[in-house]
C-alpha cells in the first residue's frame, strides 16, 4: 500500500510550470517540460519524474550549465529529415519541437527522421516515441549522457545509460512502449536509492578495481570522478552473462547520438571542464517516425501487434507466477492506480518543494503540510 502523500496532478503541474517560469523558462516550455516530468510519474517511472526536477533542472539553470531559453536552430533539412542544435537549451523542448516537425514529415512522406545536438536531457525517452503511437506512428528514439557505463572487460565509465526506446502502436488500451537503458541500472534510479538513503544492489556497478559497489551515494560521486562504472545489459566486467550486448546498443545509441548532428560523445559529455569547474553538457539525441500506412496500413499493424502482445501474454506462466506483460502495460496500469490520486512524493522531494516555493515565495499550499 502506498504510504507516501500524494499531490493532485492539476497542483503538481501549476507549481513545476510557476517554478520554471521564475527560473526564466518561457511559460510554453514550462508547460512541455512539465507534462514530460509528470508523464515519467504517470508511468511510475520515478527515477525521470519530480524527484529530478530540482536537482536535474532548477539546479542546472542556477548552475548555468542548462539555458532556460531554448533556441532550437535548424541545420540541415530535407523532406523527410532534420538536423538541429538546442544551444545548450531546454532537451524537453528541443525534443518536443523536433517530433512535431518529424510527425507532420511522416504522415506525409511515410517515414523521417531527425538528430539534435548541444541539447541537454531530454526526460523520459518514452515521452518522445510515444508522441509517435499517439498519432498511430512508430517511434524510436536514442540519447547520449554523462558518461557512466563499462565497456565489456572495462571499468572505465564511457558511455552513457543511452536508452534505445520504441513505441509501437497497437488496437489496445496503450501501445507497446520499451524504454529502458542500455545498462543494468540507470544514474537515476542510484540518485533515487541515494536520496532514499538506499543500497544499490549489487553487480550494478563496478569500481575500477574491479570489485563491486553498493553504498548509492559513494558510486554517485565515484561515477563523477571516474572510478566507478555502470555494468551494461547483462553485466560485466566479463562476458560470461553476455553483457557484451548491452555494451553494443549503448554503443549504438552513442554513435547515432553523436554522429548523425555532427556532436560530441563519450568523455565531452561529462558536465565537467579539464580544471574541474561545471560546463555544458552538449547532448546528442536522435528521433525516427514510421507511418504503418506507407506498409500494410495502421489498423493492420495496429490489429497485428495487439495479437502479438495478447498472445505473449497468454503464454505459459512460469511456476509462482500469475501474469506475463508486454512493454508499456506495466506503465498505463500504474496510470490507473495513480490518475485519480495525483502524484506520491517522498519525503526529499516535499523538503524541495517547499524550499523552491518559499524561496520563489509563490502562493502554494501542498497536502503534505496538513
Not at 63 to 74: F, Q
Not at 111 to 129: D, E, F, K, L, Q
Not at 131 to 152: D, E, H, Q
Not at 350 to 367: A, C, S, V
Amino acid at each position: 500500500m502506498e504510504a507516501r502523500p500524494y499531490v493532485s496532478w492539476d497542483l503538481m503541474e501549476s507549481f513545476l510550470v510557476d517554478v520554471f517560469c521564475a527560473y526564466g523558462v518561457p511559460h510554453d516550455d514550462a508547460a512541455i517540460c512539465a507534462d514530460v516530468l509528470l508523464e515519467s510519474d504517470r508511468r511510475g517511472i520515478e527515477s525521470h519524474g519530480c524527484n529530478r526536477f530540482k536537482p536535474i533542472y532548477i539546479d542546472r539553470i542556477v548552475k548555468g550549465t542548462l539555458l532556460p531559453v531554448t533556441d532550437l536552430e535548424i541545420v540541415k533539412e530535407t523532406p523527410t529529415t532534420i538536423v538541429a542544435d538546442a544551444h545548450d537549451g531546454m532537451g524537453m523542448v528541443a525534443s518536443y519541437r523536433m517530433m512535431e516537425r518529424l510527425i507532420e514529415k511522416a504522415k506525409r512522406y511515410g517515414m523521417a527522421g531527425g538528430a539534435v545536438r548541444n541539447s541537454t536531457h531530454y526526460g523520459i525517452a518514452g515521452y518522445w516515441v510515444t508522441m509517435a503511437s499517439k498519432a498511430g506512428l512508430i517511434g524510436l528514439t536514442g540519447t547520449n549522457a554523462r558518461p557512466s557505463i563499462a565497456p565489456t572487460f572495462g571499468v572505465e565509465n564511457m558511455l552513457g545509460t543511452n536508452p534505445l526506446t520504441f513505441a509501437l502502436p497497437t488496437d489496445e488500451d496503450f501501445p507497446f512502449c520499451i524504454d529502458c537503458s542500455t545498462s543494468i541500472v540507470q544514474r537515476g534510479r542510484i540518485e533515487y536509492y541515494a536520496r532514499e538513503g538506499m543500497p544499490t544492489p549489487a553487480g550494478m556497478v563496478v569500481a575500477d578495481d574491479g570489485s563491486e559497489l553498493t553504498d548509492s551515494e559513494l558510486i554517485l560521486k565515484r561515477l563523477v570522478d571516474g572510478t566507478a562504472a555502470l555494468t551494461p545489459l547483462g553485466g560485466g566486467p566479463g562476458d560470461e552473462m553476455c553483457g557484451y550486448k548491452g555494451y553494443g546498443y549503448a554503443a549504438v545509441v552513442e554513435i547515432l547520438s553523436a554522429a548523425l548532428a555532427g556532436g560530441e560523445f563519450m568523455k565531452a559529455l561529462s558536465g565537467v571542464a579539464s580544471d574541474g569547474s561545471a560546463q555544458m553538457y552538449h547532448l546528442g539525441h536522435f528521433f525516427f517516425v514510421i507511418d504503418p500506412d506507407a506498409f500494410c496500413g495502421r489498423d493492420t499493424f495496429e490489429r497485428i501487434a495487439g495479437d502479438i502482445c495478447r498472445a505473449l501474454r497468454a503464454s505459459k506462466k512460469a511456476p509462482g507466477y500469475d501474469r506475463i506483460y508486454t512493454a508499456g502495460e506495466k506503465e498505463w496500469l500504474a496510470w490507473q492506480e495513480r490518475k485519480d490520486k495525483g502524484v506520491p512524493v517522498t519525503a526529499a522531494v516535499q523538503k524541495e518543494m517547499i524550499e523552491l516555493r518559499d524561496r520563489l515565495g509563490l502562493d502554494y499550499r501542498f497536502p503534505f503540510e496538513d
